[in-house]
T-cell receptor
Framework: KAGVTQTPRYLIKTRGQQVTLSCSPI?????VSWYQQTPGQGLQFLFE???????NKGNFPGRFSGRQFSNSRSEMNVSTLELGDSALYLC???????????FGNGTRLTVT | AQTVTQSQPEMSVQEAETVTLSCTYD???????LFWYKQPPSRQMILVIR??????QNATENRFSVNFQKAAKSFSLKISDSQLGDAAMYFC?????????????FGTGTRLTIIP
């Protein structure tokens, strides 16, 4: 079974630009969560989607948004990039209630 | 709000020895899950072990075991017979047991070094 696939693996953008990251879950996984990992703030929850609906949202500004498609694939978008958005963005997926999360390898975003 | 604290930023252990990583958490919930995740340089977070709060028995997965003290809100990870492949960042995490809430709250991590 293929694991959680995140694309791209690396991304370099300049301030003010926008970026879209993609996450393809393990087959059968319908819940997709996103996390931001930085040296200063650690791992922080961004949002979670299930059946194309956002169920939870972390404490991030509105520049961070996401969506989930009918095939459970998810994208997150960051608009008007700031230097502080440089981070590793991790996607995690699961089947249903209380099943373990499976993480992808992440997308390393660098904002210059 | 739930918080997870890992007080050991770095730990080291000789190969084949045993090491214990500490984790404490704060919550007002009675039903929840606790996890240990491992993040090697490849960046992928790998689930090491999971504990349901309603279970008194400590979880065990091969060389990995936990000491879950619910009243003390403590959840330590013991790695026996340490191997070079165990070198990684280890994160303790908490999740409420509630449908519709997959949010994990992570600690700041412990970097584990294995000395050959």
């Amino acid at each position: 079974k293929a694991g959680v696939t995140q694309t791209p693996r690396y991304l370099i953008k300049t301030r003010g630009q926008q970026v879209t990251l993609s996450c393809s879950p393990i087959s059968g996984h319908r819940s997709v969560s996103w996390y931001q990992q930085t040296p200063g703030q650690g791992l922080q929850f961004l949002f979670e989607y299930f059946s194309e609906t956002q169920r939870n949202k972390g404490n991030f500004p509105g520049r961070f948004s996401g969506r989930q498609f009918s095939n459970s694939r998810s994208e997150m978008n960051v608009s008007t990039l700031e230097l502080g958005d440089s981070a590793l963005y991790l996607c995690a997926t699961s089947t249903i209630l209380n099943s373990p999360l499976h993480f992808g390898n992440g997308t390393r975003l660098t904002v210059t | 709000a739930q918080t997870v604290t890992q007080s050991q930023p770095e730990m080291s252990v000789q190969e084949a020895e045993t090491v214990t990583l500490s984790c404490t958490y704060d919550t007002s919930e009675s039903d929840y899950y606790l996890f240990w995740y491992k993040q090697p340089p490849s960046r992928q977070m790998i689930l090491v072990i999971r504990q349901e709060a309603y279970k008194q028995q400590n979880a065990t997965e091969n060389r990995f075991s936990v000491n879950f003290q619910k009243a003390a809100k403590s959840f330590s990870l013991k790695i026996s017979d340490s191997q070079l492949g165990d070198a990684a960042m280890y994160f303790c995490a908490y999740r409420i047991s509630n449908f519709g809430n997959e949010k994990l709250t992570f600690g700041t991590g412990t970097r584990l070094t294995i000395i050959p």
